[in-house]
């Protein structure tokens, strides 16, 4: 099993949904769990952070981590065309030293 | 303005010369690491530093080299580049290894 995983996509959805984006992670990934957007040819920009189990939520956005089952989670409420961009999952391992990412899923938000 | 700094931008070089990418962050984090994104792969760890004088392999450290002597810059050295080091290169800091990272701009290099 790879160390975190999501599925690559496209995730498709309309303008004004929720699009819920997910990661399941290894058990040598550590607690601290990041999710990142990326727009095509630019360079990561952090969305949210979540360390402990539960919801976390920022505007939009919504966190959501479960140690027991071993996912984090994204979810977008009322989705804009500008949304559209891949997002990367990230967690620390090796005892926090290194960070693992996801390959990254493309949200595609339709007009 | 809080940012990460790479250098330069774009290279396409040949097989065998040597290079260095610059990296430079001015918030005084103690973290620091290199990443290389390929299609398919995603974002992969090459080298990352806990602090000054502070390095450790990360998950693609082959054909690599970094050096932290200052707590702000952290550059990636490639000895004798070879076509598949050709890739999309982000250097990226954190104030500690478990928080979130500021990304730099990005470095495509291209090696022929």
């Known amino acids: 099993q790879k160390e975190v995983e999501q599925n690559s996509g496209p995730l498709s959805v309309p303008e004004g949904a929720i699009a819920s984006l997910n990661c399941t992670y290894s058990?040598?990934?550590?607690?601290?769990f990041f999710w990142y957007r990326q727009y095509s040819g630019k360079s990561p920009e952090l969305i949210m952070s979540?360390?402990?189990?539960g919801d976390k939520e920022d505007g939009r956005f919504t966190a959501q981590l479960n140690k027991a089952s071993q996912y984090v989670s994204l979810l977008i409420r009322d989705s804009q065309p500008s949304d559209s961009a891949t997002y990367l999952c990230?967690?620390?391992?090796?005892?926090?030293?290194?960070?693992?990412f996801g390959t990254g899923t493309k949200l595609q938000v339709i007009p | 303005e809080a940012q990460v700094t790479q250098n330069p931008r774009y290279l396409i070089t040949v097989t065998g010369k040597k290079l260095t990418v610059t990296c430079s962050q001015n918030m005084n984090h103690e973290y620091m690491s290199w990443y290389r994104q390929d299609p398919g792969l995603g974002l992969r760890q090459i080298y990352y530093s806990m602090n000054v004088e502070v390095t450790d392999k990360g998950d693609v450290p082959e054909g690599y080299k970094v050096s932290r002597k200052e707590k702000r810059n952290f550059p990636l050295i490639l000895e004798s580049p070879s076509p598949n080091q050709t890739s999309l290169y982000f250097c990226?800091?954190?104030?500690?290894?478990?928080?979130?990272?500021?990304f730099g701009p990005g470095t495509r290099l291209t090696v022929l």
């Open positions: 058990d040598r990934v550590s607690q601290s």
């Open positions: 979540i360390y402990s189990n």
């Open positions: 990226a800091s954190s104030l500690v290894e478990y928080n979130e990272q500021f």
């Open positions: 990230a967690g620390n391992s090796g005892g926090y030293q290194k960070v693992t």
